[in-house]
């Protein structure tokens, strides 16, 4: 693999990588950076986690400020990226002020939920670089306060999460905005038949560049798995925060109304726990994330899509309190804990109802997570399945409830019980099925 020495990145900027510690371009940096140069056209297929924001922002910021020195006019729009959240506007926007730091150049973020006066104040100041969300990016280019008529770098970042959140009609629209000549990226973790085709209409012979699989990508963080019923979800978490070892938890919810509850449960129990979700307003979001990396909240607690692309770095734990119903999500997810090479810990729940889901992960990712057996709060209805198997079957095989008094006295009650509980999924005595 080359190094950042063979990639004839220019001074300046190797200085700035410097100051941010890498030692090593990531694969897909050392394999686009080059074509990128040459002023390529590029389709990204890789996960978070990877090193694309410097793939794509080393090869622009190098561009722009080559031609910057013969360009003495005011300062225009050359490159535009576009992201599908705030929070992966605002990271991106960062990264190209942190490899561009010696560089005279000036970089902006758009997004919406905000008042837009700031933003175009400073756009009517000129900037080199717009980092925006697709919604925010349209209104203002309607309301003409963008010209991307001087675009000469285009990128799509995170393109297949702009489809789950339905903003491909305003990229389609924005790229009506851009001149025909310029230089393309367009980069995707998977590629749905919708994101194909866009990235078919944007690119122009681009090279490709693919990096590991899902399953390897994830190889350095440590999974574990918890069965436990829905309603134990809550004092699991609690028990399991209880480790000092857990520096920072980021802990995923499926729904923004559950990331409240979590948050009040935590915080009862004397937890510094926050919620970042879309019902909160952008400032509390930024506040959120920001005391969160500052490390005066210790637990984050957050929806899929308040969460994408968040980079925090050396976050030691993510936790999933839900599974998410898509497996990939699952990837982005624990893909925020062992950024780069940190590694980190990435713990599962799962309720019964949930198992389906488990499943589908775990033929994702190749491998089945590793289960923890002894925790406070078992599954229960797990316990209900060994029986009846065993008891069907007739076999003497132990059943987990033999190591467990408390269940086992209710043993023969619960066999009685059994088949219909798997029915009708009605409540087995002393267990509700609550959230499920
Ligand atoms: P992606 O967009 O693929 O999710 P990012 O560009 O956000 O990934 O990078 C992920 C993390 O890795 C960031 O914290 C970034 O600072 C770090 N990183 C990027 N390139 C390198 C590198 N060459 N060496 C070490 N760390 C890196
Ligand atoms: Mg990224």
Redesign the pocket.
Known sequence: MLL?EELNIIEPIKKA?KT???????A??SRAIPSLLKGMDLLGC??????????FAIPILQGISLQHKAQASRRQIQALIIAPTRELAI?IAD?FEDYGKYLNLKTLVIYGGVSQNPQTRDLTKGIDILVATPGRLLDLINQRYVSLRNVKYFVL?EADHMLDMGMLQDVRKIITHLPKEKQNMF?SATMPAEIEKLANSILKNPIKVMVTPVSSTVEIIEQELYYVDSGNKVNLLINLLKDKEIISALVFSRTKHGANRIVKNLVKAGLVAEAIHGNKSQTARQLALKNFKERKTRILVATDIAAR?I?I?ELSHVINFDLPEVPETYVHRI?RTG???HGGTAISFCSHAEKPLLKSIQKLIAKSIEEVIDHPYPLVETSIEVIVKSDRRNTSKKSIIEDKPRSSRRNNDIKKKVVRTEKTRSNVKGHKMRNE
């Open positions: 950042f990588i941010k510690g890498f030692t090593k371009p990531t897909i940096q890789a996960q978070t986690g990877t090193g694309k924001t410097a793939a990271q990264s970042d980069f692309g980079d770095e893909g950024r780069a090479s």
